[in-house]
């Protein structure tokens, strides 16, 4: 069932010539190399709660740089040592510049697999990534093959599903299979059902891909007790299980992973930042010390919008991965109709229709709507501290074009340029 070696595998995104090498990319790469560089010297004094580093206030990057400066300057002397050691054992380089890019360009909606054996086989790595939440805008992160949320796994129920994961993170780590019935050696609870996967080491998961519905897969720590730091670093991916028969009909649908971050001024991650020791973050009342919030690994208004045709019925499969917020989601200009709670059916006479819709972490909910009210409308969280912090999405109808007399002289064009001319003003 299972194997357990040291590998060598050339798993890295970096050697993959498939992969899009853009303008995007590129600029991400320029500019992240200079924030980069700056926020390994912040890290002496973590500002918890300085938004005015993130660059969604409306600072231009030149600014970003001076604030860095400053604090590269004030961090000088025996609080740099320390910093680039934590740097390194958490995220396996002493400086910020050698950790992997990573952007939306880079990431893939869907793992790919194979079939072997009579099985699909996957292979997922874990890695240290500094993702780009908005724009150029980067946090340091824990990303499943680069990328936060880590690629979605979709399946039909009743497959054998075998995943080959690697863990290229410089800690012990394991991968848990949320909502799905596994074989007890299968569930990735170290000191429980697994010795951890020790940093270099594959282990391989398999199980048979039961029940059907919207589930996840996620780091259970490498011990009873950094669970939840693992999870803040982002260590999280949609696992979906399509029914083998009764399939429901939608002519559309989106997962969106809810996530929670504890970003430090220059993109550092608090996490990092306190080597892991996350209680020794102050954190301000209001969010308890989550200070972005994400879709899909973006922050609003980078996150994409979901694009509908009118007529069409639409299901949004929505899964909070944090690990401590309550986000009541909630959707203008429509109700929509609970049809699954955490992956499963609700049967057709229980369904309420609802406007609002609060997801506890590790909680899902597959909503419906029919598109029948043309306009760009809001799917955003109402705990509007978190709204204010990234987690707002649009939905627009094709084709659809709002005039300045309906008021949307005001409103953020969607697609219209970067996110520096919405905010901070
Ligand atoms: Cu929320």
């Given amino acids: 069932m299972k194997e357990r070696h040291q590998t060598g595998l050339p ?109 699909k086989e ?56 949320h909502g799905l019935h596994v074989p007890f050696g299968m569930d990735g609870v170290p000191g429980v059902t697994q010795k951890p996967v020790m940093p270099g080491e594959t282990f391989v998961y398999e199980f048979d891909a039961v029940p059907a519905g919207t589930r996840f897969y996620h780091t259970h720590g490498s011990h009873h007790g950094d669970e939840s730091v693992q999870m803040d670093m982002g260590l999280s991916g949609a696992f979906i299980v399509e029914p083998r028969t009764d399939r429901p009909a939608f002519d559309r649908e989106l997962t969106l992973l809810l996530g929670e971050w504890q970003l430090g001024s220059g993109g550092m991650n608090q996490v990092v930042a306190t080597g892991g020791h996350e209680h020794e973050i102050g954190g301000d009342h209001a969010t308890g010390g989550y200070n972005l919030f994400t879709l899909n690994g973006r922050s609003y208004p980078d996150v994409p919008s979901l694009k509908v045709r009118e007529g069409e019925r639409v299901r949004i499969r929505m899964i909070n991965a944090g690990s401590m917020s309550i986000h009541p989601m909630h959707i203008h ?44 409308w809001l799917l955003h969280c109402h705990e509007l501290h978190h709204a204010a912090m990234g987690m707002i999405m649009l939905i627009e109808y094709e084709g659809f074009e709002a005039r300045l007399e309906d008021g949307a002289g005001d409103a953020p064009a969607p697609d219209a340029g970067g996110h520096d001319a919405h905010h901070g003003h």
Avoid: C
């Fill in 122 to 177: 996957f292979d997922l790595t874990a890695e240290p990534v500094r993702w780009a939440y908005a724009g150029d805008h980067t946090i340091l992160a824990w990303g499943y093959n680069g990328q936060v949320p880590g690629p979605e796994i979709r399946v039909t129920e009743g497959d054998k599903v075998r995943i080959r994961f690697t863990n290229h993170l410089p800690v012990p780590t394991s991968l848990h299979w």
């Fill in 11 to 119: 798993v890295t995104r970096d050697t993959d010539p498939a992969l899009p090498r853009d303008a995007t990319r590129r600029r991400f790469l320029r500019t992240g190399l200079a924030m980069g560089g700056l926020a390994v010297a912040a890290t002496g004094a973590p500002a918890l709660g300085q938004m005015d580093h993130r660059g969604h206030a409306g600072h231009s990057m030149d600014q970003d740089m001076h604030h860095g400066q400053e604090d590269a300057h004030a961090g000088h002397g025996a609080g740099g040592e320390v910093n680039a050691r934590t740097l390194k054992a958490m995220m396996g380089h002493e400086r910020l510049e050698d950790i992997p890019l990573r952007g939306p360009a880079d990431a893939v909606a869907r793992l790919p697999y194979a079939e072997r054996d009579g099985a």
């Fill in 333 to 376: 200009g429509h109700s929509f109709e609970v049809v699954a709670i955490d992956g499963n059916p609700v049967p057709e006479a229980a369904r309420q229709m609802r406007d609002v819709v609060t997801l506890a972490p590790g909680e899902r909910f597959d909503v419906e709507f029919t598109a029948d009210n043309p306009g760009i």
